[in-house]
Structures are given as structure tokens and as C-alpha cells.
């Protein structure tokens, strides 16, 4: 039984704790409010949202009517520009206007590191591009540079049209959701170009069903129990590296002369000097997963952009038939004039007389800014504007906000491609980002775009059957809900 001194006891302890409870709770949110850093220095003005999640809900909730874009003027409004906020698990500052912007792009005095969340990082490996820095960030950034660019990307050409002719052959009398067809011929177009993997074949076909559910890890929480997005997409990934790796040793020995079924298939695999990279100043030699790894990375991060614009931009020419139109009487000239020639593929020089496509394609990377903004983390107390940004802080640069600025772009939420009939200034149009970052996929999605479009206007009327016409804007923009259309040839027309 209880006696009342007991009972009193057992109150003093309760009362002792509480105290311990609302100290320790007090504590927990100044620190949260501060984020750790006391009294040292509150940047600027803000909101860190909610303990832990921060502001990541309420960003991610950013889709259909209720634009990213919005979302930060509504911040900038309140608490002017380089306001904090709390995102990926990390406090952050917003990095806004122009200036701001190209600051975290150059990041001029090597103050900062990729912002790249932690699954990110976890499922494309430690050799991919995206968790590398300095020195070794350089050196694959410049083999990918210098392979995945233009004068390289030219002698795909023939084998894109192939893909691509294949892949449109059976859309006459079809209903469908042109997004997945798109999505899959694009994996199966960066299978081929990074490992020369032939696409008609059953291991490309595995490994794209295989990156569907790669691709959902990235932009989850870093969870790895069975059930969650992340514990499955790193298991797919397992399971793409080990299709993968054979193929790189197979290429790996082929260097040394041995004959190799993927790098004749490959022609000549552009990214030999892979196998020489060595890492931690030249300590570490890179094993066959690490080429894997880097070759992969841009397939994971990159696959499923393309898409995006083929779809966005047979989107926006629907819903305007006046420049549908139009760009459909600009293929059937350049497909007359190629008739004439005895040519049937599209060939890199053919993109210039594809002229208002081209504006079309630059016209929907502005309106629907596919990567609408990208992150660094600082790696020192960093001073800017008379602001500190404290060390461990994470920066988002949303270079959404430059393309939806009117002062740049009258009447910006309008789908207008006249506004490019003269090219993109680079310093205001930065779909691509720039700087020692800079996507080494612009021209690449830009062929394969403006190809893609080609050849579906050039063979196909439609009628939409079902369109959501929405899309989510954070971490990046993706088309969400039915859009089906239905599809007939129009060879018959010419
Ligand atoms: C609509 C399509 C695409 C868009 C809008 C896009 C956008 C971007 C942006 C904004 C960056 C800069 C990231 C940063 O500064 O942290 C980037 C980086 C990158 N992109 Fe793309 N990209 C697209 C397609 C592609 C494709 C098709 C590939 C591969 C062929 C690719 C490969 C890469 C790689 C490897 C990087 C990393 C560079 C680095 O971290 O050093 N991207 N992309
Ligand atoms: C990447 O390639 C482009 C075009 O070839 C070149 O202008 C640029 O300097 C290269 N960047 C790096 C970092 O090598
Ligand atoms: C378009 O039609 C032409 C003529 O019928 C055909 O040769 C070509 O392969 C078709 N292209 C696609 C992408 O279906």
C-alpha cells in the first residue's frame, strides 16, 4: 500500500521532472529557432516552420494550383529576399534574386558543397557526380563534359531516329498516356548512349523497368526498411548495377584489346578514360561498380526530364491549335525538303531549320522550369550582402523565379514561343543552371526533344481523351494525373 510520505515523494520527483521536462522543451525550441547557433548570429528574417520537418511539408505540397513559385514570393513578401527557412531536414536561406543566384551557382570563393539529399547520395553511390567535390568532382565532370556534349552526341544521331521510329511504330490507333512510352524510350535512348546497351534487347527492357523504381528513391527519406520507396529503389539499383557491371568489364578488357560484343555495339565506348580516374589525389583506383556509378548517375538523375518536355510541350501545342499549327506546317517543310534529298533521319544540322519547335522546347523549359531551383550546403561561415550564412546551412537557389519574372518575361505565365524567336539570353535563361555545375545533358535533351517532337508531329494527329493539366513543382517538375490522348496517323494527309 501506499503511505502518504511515499505518495509525496513520488510528487516531488514528478514536479522535479516537469521542471527537467519544460527546461529541456524550452531548450529544444530555442535551439530549433536559433538552429543551434545561440545567440551567435540569426541571419535574417524567416520561418523555420515546424521541429524536424521544417518547412519540407509544406514545400512539397506545392502542385497543381498552388505553384513553387508562389510559395517563395509569398516568403520574399514577408520577410524580404535571403530570408531563412528550414528544408531538407537543414536550416536554409533562400537564395533569390539574380544576383543571389549566380553567387550559389559560381560560388566564387569555394565556399560551399552539393546540396544533394541523403538518399540522393546513397543510391547513386559514392563515385556518382552528384557526391563528389573539388578536385574529383572536376575530373569526371570533365570526362562527362566532354563526352555527353554536342560534337560527341552526333554520332548517335542514326541510332536516336531508329529508337525513336521504333518506339513511335505502334501509337497509330492507340489511346494513351503519351508520358510512359516517352519515359521508357528515353531510359532505353540513355542506356544505349552510356553503355552502349542495344535497345531492342531484354536487358535494356529489365533495366528501364528497373530505373521506374530507382528514380522514386531519391526524393525520399532516407528510411531503409522494407515497404518504403528508399529500401526499394536501392534494391533496384542493386540489381541494375549487376547488369551493368559485366558490361564495364567486358568494355574495361576491351581496352586492353580483347574483342567486346557491347563496345562494337557501342562503336567506340567514348568513355574509356573512366577506367584511369583515381580518387583522394590519386590514392584510390576506380573499380568497375565506380564506373558503373558515374555512368549512371546521369541516367538516374536526368532520364525522366525529357519526357517531361515531349509531354509539356504536346500539352501547351494542344491546348494553343494556332501553334500547333504552325509547327506542324515547319516539320512537313523540312520532312518535304529531306523527301526530296533522299533522307529519311533528322540529322543535328536539320535542328536550325526546325526553327519554332526549337522556340517551343526553350518556351516550355522557361514556363515549366523542370529542376526549378538547386541546393548547396555551406562548408564555412559565409558572408555575402551584409549576411551571414552560417556554416552547415543549406542554400537554395530557385532559379524558378528569374523565369517567371516580368521585368525578364512580359505576361511570364503565359505559353508564348515568339519570345524566343531571338535565342535565350544565358543570363537569364538557366533551365540548365551554369557554372562548374552545369547540366552536361542540355544537349542531349535538347536533340532528343526537339527529335522526339518531330517525329510524333510528323506522323500523328490526336485528340485528347482525359487532361489533368497538372503538374508538381518541388523537387522537380512532373506531370500528374491522365493525360490521354487519342492517336491517328497522318501520313495519309501529306
Ligand atoms: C529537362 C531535362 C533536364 C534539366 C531541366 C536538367 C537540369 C539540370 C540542372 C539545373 C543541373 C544543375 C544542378 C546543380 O547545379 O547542382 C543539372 C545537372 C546535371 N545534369 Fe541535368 N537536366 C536535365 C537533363 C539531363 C540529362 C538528360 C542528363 C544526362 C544525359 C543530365 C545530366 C546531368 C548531370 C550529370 C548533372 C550534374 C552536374 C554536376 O553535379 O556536376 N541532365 N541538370
Ligand atoms: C564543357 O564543354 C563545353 C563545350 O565543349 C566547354 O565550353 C566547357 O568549357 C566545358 N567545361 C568543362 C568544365 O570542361
Ligand atoms: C512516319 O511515317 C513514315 C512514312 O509512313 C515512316 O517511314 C516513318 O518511319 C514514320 N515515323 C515514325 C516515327 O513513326
Given at each position: 500500500m501506499w503511505t502518504e510520505e511515499s505518495t509525496n515523494a513520488v510528487q516531488k520527483i514528478v514536479t522535479t521532472l516537469s521542471v527537467f521536462c519544460i527546461v529541456f522543451l524550452i531548450r529544444a525550441w530555442w535551439n530549433w529557432q536559433t538552429a543551434g547557433l545561440g545567440l551567435k548570429s540569426i541571419p535574417s528574417k524567416g520561418s523555420l516552420g515546424w521541429p524536424i520537418v521544417g518547412e519540407s511539408l509544406s514545400v512539397r505540397r506545392c502542385s497543381g494550383?498552388?505553384?513553387?513559385?508562389?510559395?517563395?514570393?509569398?516568403?520574399?513578401?514577408?520577410?524580404?529576399?535571403?530570408?531563412?527557412?528550414?528544408?531538407?531536414?537543414?536550416?536554409?536561406?533562400?537564395?533569390t534574386t539574380t544576383e543571389e543566384v549566380k553567387f550559389v551557382f559560381d560560388d566564387p570563393h569555394k565556399q560551399m558543397r552539393n546540396g544533394a539529399p541523403e538518399s540522393l547520395k546513397r543510391i547513386f553511390g559514392s563515385t556518382s557526380i552528384f557526391s563528389l567535390e573539388g578536385e574529383d568532382h572536376r575530373h569526371v565532370y570533365k570526362i562527362l563534359n566532354d563526352?555527353?556534349?554536342?560534337?560527341?552526341?552526333?554520332?548517335?544521331?542514326?541510332?536516336?531516329?531508329?529508337?525513336?521510329?521504333?518506339?513511335?511504330?505502334?501509337?497509330?490507333?492507340?489511346?494513351?498516356d503519351i508520358l510512359k512510352p516517352m519515359q521508357t524510350m528515353i531510359f532505353k535512348l540513355m542506356t544505349f548512349n552510356f553503355f552502349g546497351i542495344p535497345w531492342e534487347g531484354e536487358i535494356a527492357d529489365r533495366i528501364a523497368s528497373l530505373l521506374y523504381t530507382v528514380v522514386l528513391g531519391p526524393t525520399s527519406l532516407p528510411f531503409y526498411f522494407p515497404g518504403t520507396d528508399f529500401y526499394k529503389a536501392m534494391n533496384a539499383k542493386t540489381r541494375v548495377t549487376e547488369l551493368v557491371v559485366p558490361i564495364i568489364r567486358e568494355l574495361r578488357s576491351?581496352?586492353?584489346?580483347?574483342?567486346?560484343?557491347?563496345?562494337?555495339?557501342?562503336?567506340?565506348?567514348?568513355?574509356?578514360?573512366?577506367?584511369?580516374?583515381?580518387?583522394?589525389?590519386?590514392?584510390?583506383?576506380?573499380?568497375?561498380?565506380?564506373?558503373?556509378?558515374?555512368?549512371?548517375?546521369?541516367?538516374?538523375?536526368?532520364?525522366?526530364?525529357?519526357?517531361?518536355?515531349?509531354?509539356?510541350?504536346?500539352?501547351?501545342?494542344?491546348?494553343?491549335?494556332?501553334?500547333?499549327?504552325?509547327?506542324?506546317?515547319?516539320?512537313?517543310?523540312?520532312?518535304?525538303?529531306?523527301?526530296?534529298l533522299g533522307e529519311a533521319d533528322l540529322s543535328v544540322s536539320d535542328l536550325k531549320d526546325l526553327k519554332y519547335l526549337t522556340q517551343v522546347y526553350n518556351e516550355v523549359l522557361r514556363i515549366s522550369t523542370i529542376v526549378p531551383g538547386v541546393g548547396r550546403v555551406a562548408t564555412t561561415d559565409i558572408h555575402f550582402n551584409g549576411h551571414v550564412i552560417p556554416k552547415g546551412w543549406f542554400m537554395l537557389a530557385p532559379f524558378v523565379l528569374i523565369h517567371m519574372d516580368p521585368e525578364l518575361y512580359p505576361e511570364p505565365s503565359k505559353f508564348n514561343p515568339d519570345r524566343f524567336e531571338t535565342p535565350p539570353n544565358p543570363g537569364k535563361f538557366l533551365p540548365f543552371g551554369r557554372g562548374y555545375r552545369h547540366c552536361v545533358g542540355r544537349d542531349f535533351t535538347k536533340l532528343v526533344v526537339v527529335m522526339t517532337l518531330y517525329h510524333i508531329l510528323s506522323n500523328f494527329t490526336w485528340d485528347v481523351v482525359s487532361c489533368s493539366g497538372k503538374v508538381q513543382y518541388v523537387p522537380f517538375v512532373k506531370m500528374i494525373g491522365d493525360f490521354q490522348l487519342s492517336i491517328k496517323s497522318r501520313t495519309h494527309l501529306l
Open positions: 494550383d498552388i505553384s513553387f513559385e508562389g510559395w517563395l514570393r509569398e516568403r520574399i513578401q514577408k520577410y524580404g529576399t535571403m530570408c531563412k527557412s528550414h528544408l531538407f531536414l537543414k536550416p536554409s536561406i533562400l537564395m563526352s555527353i556534349l554536342m560534337p560527341e552526341l552526333k554520332k548517335k544521331t542514326a541510332e536516336f531516329n531508329r529508337i525513336m521510329r521504333h518506339s513511335l511504330s505502334s501509337w497509330d490507333g492507340q489511346t494513351l576491351a581496352e586492353t584489346g580483347r574483342s567486346s560484343k557491347y563496345a562494337r555495339s557501342a562503336e567506340k565506348f567514348p568513355y574509356q578514360n573512366l577506367f584511369n580516374i583515381k580518387f583522394n589525389g590519386g590514392k584510390e583506383m576506380i573499380s568497375d561498380t565506380g564506373v558503373c556509378d558515374i555512368l549512371l548517375s546521369p541516367i538516374l538523375s536526368g532520364g525522366q526530364g525529357p519526357g517531361t518536355v515531349v509531354a509539356l510541350a504536346i500539352f501547351h501545342l494542344t491546348k494553343n491549335p494556332s501553334m500547333l499549327q504552325k509547327a506542324q506546317a515547319e516539320v512537313d517543310r523540312v520532312r518535304k525538303q529531306k523527301e526530296e
